[in-house]
C-alpha cells in the first residue's frame, strides 16, 4: 500500500488522471463511443479478453487501436450497459504505470419483448503510459470473473 502522505502532487496529479482514464473507459462503453474508446489507448496497444476468467486461454488478442473497433462496436447489440468501477490500484514510475480496476458491468438485452440482465464481474489488469502529458492504456487485461442472467 503507497504512503499517501509521501507522494508528490504531480505523482497525485498522474494517479487522478489515470483514475479518470479508466472511468471515460467506461463512459464511452456506456454512450455507445467506440471512437472515444480507442483513443484512450495507444496506437500500438494490447488487449486481451479472458471470457472463463484467470488461468484460462485468451477469447481475444488484439494488437493495435484499430484492432479494438469490432470488440466496442459489440456493445451496441446491448439496449443499455451501465458500468460501475470500484475499488482500483496504480503504481506509477515515472511515464509509465500499471493497475487493476474491479467494476461490475451490466448489460440489459431484449429478444421478443423479453428483457434480459447480464451482470459482469471484470477485473481488468493495466499498463499505462504518458505522452505529451497524456496517460492512456498500452496493455488491458480484461477477466470476467463471472456472469449473472436474469429476465427483467
Not at 2 to 13: G, L, M, P
Not at 77 to 95: C, E, K, L, P, R
Request: glycine fraction near 8%.
Amino acid at each position: 500500500m503507497t504512503d499517501h502522505a509521501s507522494i508528490s502532487a504531480a505523482e497525485a496529479a498522474d494517479r487522478l488522471a489515470i483514475r479518470e482514464l479508466v472511468d471515460a473507459y467506461a463512459l464511452c462503453a456506456d454512450t455507445r463511443d467506440a471512437e472515444g474508446q480507442m483513443a484512450l489507448f495507444t496506437d500500438d496497444a494490447h488487449f486481451v479478453v479472458y471470457m472463463a476468467g484467470e488461468g484460462s486461454d485468451a477469447t481475444d488478442d488484439l494488437r493495435g487501436r484499430e484492432s479494438l473497433r469490432p470488440v466496442f462496436d459489440n456493445l451496441n447489440t446491448y439496449d443499455v450497459t451501465m458500468h460501475f468501477n470500484g475499488q482500483s490500484t496504480v503504481g506509477v514510475d515515472g511515464d509509465r504505470a500499471t493497475g487493476e480496476t474491479y467494476c461490475l458491468a451490466h448489460h440489459v438485452s431484449s429478444d421478443g419483448g423479453l428483457r434480459r440482465l447480464m451482470i459482469a464481474a471484470l477485473r481488468y489488469q493495466d499498463s499505462f503510459v504518458k505522452a505529451n502529458g497524456t496517460w492512456r492504456f498500452a496493455e488491458r487485461r480484461l477477466y470476467v470473473r463471472w456472469t449473472e442472467t436474469r429476465t427483467l
